[in-house]
């Protein structure tokens, strides 16, 4: 694309899975800059409809809705074409279902993103695309050791402790998960090589905040918090020693309009996205740290390790960093207090709307 077309106000930004957790707050983003922004979403994920009907309140005819499949090329295909670039955060997120259903995961997850991707390429403009992937590319990381130290597992490799897993970490896949979301991580990057096209990858590691609605399966840190507030038992596969990095997606918001400023000079790259070192915990820390906000005894229960499942994962973000002079401003405490905050305020609006919706 032309840098005169990428700056045209009428072409929207499309956020392919815009209705999701990242997806909303992404297009609320881009919305209250004033930017229009063409959501496609099939709508199929629990909560997402209450992410469209907020971001509609809030922008009104700056937000254009398309309810498409991004299964369904031929449907798909000339809406992404009007747009300036994609974004492309539409994805099935648990591996648990891929291993129920690993056909419906390599449908969405590799043909999905195969199909924007040719959207973007047969388009008469270079439009960028830039791909929402997962640590779990890297697969289970058996050759990372590590030892138990108090409530979490830490690495017995000194640079892997300090900085955690960059870019130059072989690729992995395991699950069918892993294999469709890393397949298809390769592909983006590759159109960049054989086409030319400005694409670039986030391989992101655990992100949370407000307008996640999150399950046993996606989403742990709200699922946490949801369960504590509504005296759910919550749990945990393996000794909850496990550690993640995490980021509020306000950050992750940061970093993704970041890659598409400087799209130009980052096409054909990946990069690790998360809270790095100083945002990691373990699920037993974040339990009691929950425990201290809600003023609750948390119900807990302990079930064998997950398939594939990494007893420590820290994205070192150093090269996303050195590259758009991005970096983490919420630290993970500040980030937990403020998605409780927002879940307790949510769930008192919705009450409020079904007491209302009676009267």
């Avoid at 979403?41 to 469209?52: C, E, Y």
């Amino acid at each position: 694309m032309s840098p005169g077309a990428r700056n045209r106000r009428d072409a929207p930004v499309a956020i392919v899975g815009g209705s999701g957790f990242i997806g909303s707050n992404l297009a609320d983003s881009f919305l209250s800059d004033g930017e229009p922004v063409l959501v496609i979403d099939n709508l199929s994920r629990p909560g997402v409809q209450q992410n469209l009907e907020w971001l509609a309140q809030k922008h009104g005819g700056r937000l254009t809705v398309e309810t498409i499949d991004v299964r369904d090329a031929s449907a798909l295909g000339p809406v992404l074409m009007r747009s300036r670039a994609i974004f492309h955060l539409a994805a099935q997120t648990a591996v648990t279902t891929s291993l129920v259903r690993p056909d419906e995961d390599f449908d969405i997850n590799l043909r999905g993103t195969f199909n924007v991707l040719e959207a973007a390429r047969l388009s008469a403009e270079r439009v960028p695309v830039i791909f929402a992937s997962t640590n779990k590319v890297y697969g289970s990381l058996p050759d990372i050791t590590v030892r138990k130290d108090g409530d979490r597992y830490i690495p017995c490799d000194s640079v892997v402790r300090a900085s955690g897993i960059d870019e130059t970490r072989g690729l992995d896949f395991c699950t069918p998960y892993g294999c469709s979301k890393g397949a298809a991580d390769q592909y983006v990057l590759d159109y960049a090589k054989s086409y030319g096209m400005p694409t670039a990858v986030l391989r992101m590691s655990c992100i949370y905040g407000p307008r996640q609605f999150g399950t046993e399966d996606q989403g742990w840190v709200a699922h946490f918090l949801l369960s504590a507030l509504t005296g759910r038992q919550i749990t945990i596969y393996g000794d909850g020693r496990q550690v993640r990095d995490i980021l509020h997606v306000h950050d992750a918001v940061a970093a993704y309009r970041a890659v598409l400023d400087r799209i130009e000079t980052v096409s054909g790259e990946a990069f690790n996205l998360g809270g790095g070192p100083e945002n990691a915990l373990s699920l037993r820390m974040l339990l009691n740290e929950i425990g201290g906000l809600t003023g609750r005894e948390l119900s807990i229960r302990h079930d064998g390790e997950r398939t594939g499942d990494q007893p420590f994962f820290v994205a070192d973000t150093r090269k996303i960093e050195a590259a758009l002079g991005w970096k983490a401003k919420v630290t993970w405490r500040q980030g937990v207090r403020d998605l409780a905050d927002w879940l307790q305020r949510h769930r008192l609006e919705r009450r409020a709307e079904a007491v209302r919706y009676v009267a």
